[in-house]
């Protein structure tokens, strides 16, 4: 039985990974997006606070997952990262925006300090068909 090789996932609808990663990897039917922060597809951050922030980091992340033919309602896992968890009711009204009646898995986890000093960041397990 030979080993899958990852395969990374790259859109031009969500910022270019600022560092030496990838904005995805697939290995099988699992994808595994790296954390988007609220940067525009142009690299520039989102003005605004923690819920601009927010909707962007979901642009982002719904841009990644479509590169990979899957959408929010194919995530198994979240991981949210918070600078102050006191905003946690605002950036979970704006979660559940846009997941619906789907439940992942999730874990909220503040930070001292996130890239760029954004406010929020996400990374997102995904199952995904295989070609």
């Given at each position: 039985?030979?080993?899958?090789?990852?395969?990374?996932?790259?859109?031009?609808?969500?910022?270019?990974a600022?560092?030496?990663y990838?904005?995805?990897?697939k290995l099988g039917?699992?994808?595994?997006?790296?954390g988007?922060?609220?940067l525009?597809?142009?690299?520039?951050?989102?003005?605004?606070?923690?819920?601009?922030?927010?909707?962007?980091?979901?642009?982002?992340?719904?841009a990644?997952?479509?590169?990979?033919?899957?959408?929010?309602?194919?995530?198994?896992?979240?991981?949210?990262?918070?600078?102050?968890?006191?905003?946690?009711?605002?950036?979970?009204?704006?979660?559940a925006?846009?997941?619906?009646?789907?439940k992942?898995?999730?874990?909220?986890?503040?930070?001292?300090?996130?890239?760029?000093?954004?406010?929020?960041?996400?990374?997102?397990?995904?199952?995904?068909?295989?070609?």
């Open positions: 039985m030979s080993k899958q090789q990852p395969q990374s996932v790259a859109t031009e609808q969500a910022p270019a600022i560092g030496p990838s904005q995805a990897m039917n699992l994808l595994f997006t790296s988007q922060i609220p525009t597809p142009a690299g520039e951050l989102v003005e605004g606070g923690v819920e601009e922030q927010t909707h962007q980091v979901f642009r982002n992340l719904e990644v997952l479509a590169a990979a033919g899957a959408t929010f309602a194919d995530v198994v896992k979240a991981t949210v990262f918070i600078k102050d968890m006191n905003q946690f009711a605002a950036i979970n009204a704006i979660y925006s846009y997941f619906g009646d789907h992942p898995a999730r874990s909220t986890v503040e930070v001292a300090r996130l890239p760029k000093d954004v406010l929020v960041e996400i990374e997102l397990i995904a199952s995904i068909s295989v070609e």
